[in-house]
């Protein structure tokens, strides 16, 4: 007997809140970390990294979108999810050494670059996996992951950077999408069971 959700859709949905942990630590105090501990660092420097990172993804994201789709089989969209989030998960380990308000611009760049190659992916292999007649059922648990994880890190990230400093939180950000991109790389086998090692080639 099928269960509700698939065992892909699972791993997605627990990878997703540990990635929607990491940065919602970040982002309710993300302009406190600018403006205090960046030099030249202003309210309006926030608003622009910000801006940098959703410009950034929404414009690569559908043409990312498009070739994933053109693309027969899933192969490509793994491909784009596992090289997408450990690509993200660096991006906190970047802040650690950032200083001047131009690094924060790169690295919001490289976040926004980076999460336009997990986005298309994670939905494509999201939605054909899910088990048929349990669409809004998967999709709400998805939502409510999210939700979840968005509010209690959003709780404890000011916490975290109080007691330990925004050095250590960023660390701990970027540990939480790494094990994301892993337990995204641990359903490799579900996809693609004729494989007996990971492998890229077509």
């Not at 308000?101 to 919001?108: D, G, K, M, T």
């Not at 404890?156 to 109080?162: N, R």
């Amino acid at each position: 007997m099928r269960t509700k959700l698939s065992k892909v859709v699972i791993r997605l949905i627990v990878a997703d809140f540990f990635m929607q942990s990491g940065w919602g630590l970040i982002s309710p105090i993300f302009a406190i970390f600018i403006t205090q501990q960046i030099c030249g660092g202003t309210i309006e420097t926030v608003a622009f990294a910000v801006a940098t990172y959703w410009i950034v993804k929404s414009t690569i994201q559908p043409f990312l979108a498009n070739v994933l789709d053109v693309i027969r089989g899933e192969r490509d969209d793994f491909k784009a999810l596992i090289f997408g989030m450990y690509a993200a998960a660096m991006v906190p380990f970047g802040y650690f050494f950032a200083t001047q308000s131009w690094h924060i611009f790169v690295l919001e760049f490289a976040r926004g670059a980076a999460m336009a190659c997990v986005i298309p992916a994670w939905y494509g292999i999201f939605t054909r996996h899910i088990n048929k007649g349990w669409e809004a059922f998967s999709w709400s648990v998805q939502s409510t992951g999210v939700g979840f994880a968005a509010g209690f890190a959003a709780a404890f990230g000011g916490i975290i950077a109080s007691l330990l400093g925004f050095q250590s939180l960023f660390v701990l950000v970027g540990l939480l999408k790494i094990v994301s991109a892993t337990i995204y790389l641990s359903i490799f086998k579900n996809i693609f069971p004729e494989d007996k090692v990971l492998s890229f080639k077509k």
